[in-house]
């Protein structure tokens, strides 16, 4: 009878100890889950101090269609465009067509800060969430640390293709800037480097666009 009591008692025990050892485990894995999160959206933050933003005044043309540039024009009537002077209107179509280029990279380059914005906003969240977490000050479900984990494992290969177009854009931008003052004697060449350079930046919105709308899911699921 005595023995009885005895093995009902270590095995309660046994039960006890095996339900503190898989509690302990669930907070060491949801812990472990916050503090790779945070370490994932510092990475973001580095990421996107290390590949810069691009200042509008690096892509404006300085004195682009000059009072010269005009007077060349308005010297010409329509007339002269179309038939006496071939020249003077494959000029025009020229300047025109790399001022419509200029206008759409500053555009791509614009969006390209707002996507930032709302990623820096994003992962300043989450951010917070698990140092509260971590804190005890928050108590996230099962779903929500799930969550978490998900986006660890899908989110940091953007943030790596998004690194890896630094130095094309970089490179990019230098050949644009080393023509620009000469734009009415090179506008085809510097049109194709303006549109070399919005392709890069075309695919770093892509890569950012993507980070973002992940993002956006996991987070909607953890607020």
Same mark, same amino acid.
């Given at each position: 009878m005595i023995k009885n009591k005895v093995v009902k008692i270590i095995i309660s025990m046994a039960f006890i100890v095996c339900a503190l050892i898989?509690? $302990?485990? $669930?907070? @060491?894995?949801? !812990? !472990?889950?916050? #503090?790779? @999160? *945070? @370490? !994932?959206?510092n990475k973001?933050? +580095?990421?996107?101090d290390n590949v810069q %933003?691009?200042?509008?005044?690096e892509l404006i043309i300085d004195d682009f269609m000059n009072e +010269? %540039?005009?007077? #060349? *024009?308005d010297t010409l009537n329509y007339q002269d465009i179309v038939t006496t002077n071939n020249a003077m209107n494959t000029y025009v179509i020229k300047i025109s067509s790399?001022? =419509? =280029?200029? /206008?759409? @990279?500053?555009? /791509? =380059? !614009? *969006?390209i800060n707002n996507v930032k914005r709302q990623i820096y906003a994003k992962t300043s969240q989450i951010k917070s969430l698990c140092n509260q977490s971590l804190d005890a000050?928050?108590?996230?479900k099962n779903n929500q640390i799930k969550s978490l984990s998900e986006l660890n494992n899908m989110i940091m290969v953007n943030n790596t293709r998004i690194s890896l177009t630094r130095n094309e854009i970089i490179n990019n931008l230098k050949n644009v800037k +080393?023509? #620009?003052k000469e734009y009415s004697s090179k506008p085809d060449q510097l049109n194709s480097r303006y549109t070399k350079l919005k392709t890069s930046l075309n695919t770093r919105l892509s890569y950012l666009n993507n980070m973002n709308s992940i993002l956006e899911v996991k987070h909607l699921n953890l607020f």
């Open positions: 898989l509690s $302990g485990c $669930g907070e @060491t894995t949801a !812990n !472990n889950v916050f #503090k790779i @999160t *945070i @370490t !994932n959206m973001i933050s +580095n990421t996107f %933003d691009i200042d509008i005044s +010269n %540039d005009l007077k #060349k *024009i790399l001022n =419509n =280029n200029v /206008v759409d @990279t500053i555009e /791509v =380059n !614009n *969006i000050k928050v108590d996230l +080393n023509i #620009k």
